[in-house]
Structures are given as C-alpha cells and as structure tokens.
C-alpha cells in the first residue's frame, strides 16, 4: 500500500487547515481532515471515510475497537464502498461479498475547500488486471466526500463501454449509538423488505425498527430520509439520500458478530448499519455513455 508518495500527494491536494495526507493505522494512507466543522479520516484503500465527527458531538460513525488495517481487507466500521456489486455476486460464488472496490486503492483526484468551510475530495476507483477480470464492463467509480456540518459521500458511476450493465452498490455506513436497546430508525414503516435472516422473505414493516435480535433486511423501494433516534446519545441522525431505492440495516448480534472476529466482545451493541443502497430488486441499469450517482448525506439533530 505504501507504493502511495505521501510527499507528493500532500504537494499535489494539501490544504490548510482542511486536509493532508498521511500514514494511518496499519500503515494505510489515509486523507485526515480538520476544519471549521468537523473532523474526519479516509483511507485510500476503498476511499473508505473511517471517522466523521462534528466538533462538539460524539463521533457519527462506528469503527469497531478491533478492525483490522491492512491491504487488501475490508476495515470494519465506518462507510465501506460496496460496488459493483452488493452481497454475494449474482451468479459467481468465488468473486467477493460486496464487491472489489471496499479492498482496493483509490486515488485522489481532487480535494478543495468549499465556500461555507466544509473540505471536499474526489476520489477515483483504479482499475487493474484484478478488478476487470472481476468486473470485465469498462467503467469509472467516483466517490466525492465532503466533510462539514454534515457528511456528504456521493457514489457516481459512469458506463465507458458501448452495452448497459446492472449495478449492485451500498455506502454501508456504521452508525455509533449509545446503545441498541435505546435506538429506533424511522420512516421505514410500512416499506417492504427482505430478511436475509429469515431466508429473503418478504414482509411489511410495522412501525419503527427497534433490534433486539439479528437484523439484516434490505427495505425495498424507499428514498425518504431515514432517522435513528438515539435515546442514549441524545440525537437524531439524519440519512437522506439521493439515487437509491435500497435502505439496508444490519446489526449481527451476538452469534454473528463473534464469528466475525473483529467486532469485539459488545460491538454489536454500539453500532447499527443503515445503508444508502441499490440492491436486489433495485439495481441499476446503466447505459451506455450514462452515469448514475447515489448520494447519501448524513446530519446529526438534537432529540427534542
Ligand atoms: C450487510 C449485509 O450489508 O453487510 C449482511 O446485509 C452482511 O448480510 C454485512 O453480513 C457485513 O458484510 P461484511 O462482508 O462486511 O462482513
């Protein structure tokens, strides 16, 4: 990973008092930004935004205590990519869940400081032998992440090629709560989804997502803004998204999230994911020539 110049990304895309570029745990180069508003770290590897935290609040997304930081693995907290594909791949069981671009190197193509204080970077997907063989339409993955009052990820993806293909893609965002007996997510009542813990049934959701056991559904269908209310940290965190159909939340449990290895003994008790989504029924054709762009921006609210 550390074929990355660090010298001559902080000559090229530096800013003060918004952004530079540095070695990360694990030795992972990783973008760090403190500004006005907030801080935040991004790892090159997945273009992976590891931490947000408004000044003055708890931070906003979960990093598990025990994730490992290394080439070529998935870091286990935060916004993991997951593109081009979500879950398992549709018909070939050796590629990996989620995608490739979680694990592999984005490069940095663009980072400014915006008018109201809030630091941007674009980041670009690099493409080798590895992911086209994975992944063989000729395409380009942006990921654009502006760190200020609020925390704007915008996925966009652009068919270079002369024939659509079918896009599968998550921002899998950990959130940090207080504790997840004192958590609800709103605004899902009464979408479809379906519950991977329960064989991919379908079903209706009546009233607020509570968890009290293994959850992981993929609603169906929706783009209103979704909301976690956190009695224990007092908030409310706002997801409201742009360009995708796909509401996921996840949270393993107990079982699960020992077998995983890196969630630690009550990890699961601190985070839930809710995930800005194309997936299942609601991926995306996208044609020739076309882009299509997700965008989820995520706010932080008092609980009145
Ligand atoms: C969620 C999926 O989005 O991601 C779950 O719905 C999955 O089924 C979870 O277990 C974590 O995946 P991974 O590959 O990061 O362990």
Redesign the pocket.
Known sequence: MNSIDLASLNQRFALPGHVQFKEGPGGLAVAEIANAHATAMIALQGAHVMTYQPRGQAPVLWLSQYAKFAPGK?I?GGV?V?WPW??PHPDDAGKP??GFARTVLWEVLEASAAADGATRIRFGLVHTEATRAQWPHPSTAQLVVTVGADLRVELVTRNEGSAPFTLGE?L?TYFHIGDVAGVAIRSLEGCDYLD?VNNFSRAKQQGAVVIESEV?R?YLNTQADCLIEDSGLKRRIRIAQQGSRST?V?N?WIE?AEK?GDFGPEGHRGMV?V?TANALENVVTVAPGAAHSMLAVISVEPLG
Request: aromatic share 10%; net charge positive.
């Open positions: 998935s286990r993991p997951c979500f879950g869940a989620h998550a899998h991977k992981d993929v996921v996840w393993p699960k995983m994911c995930e």
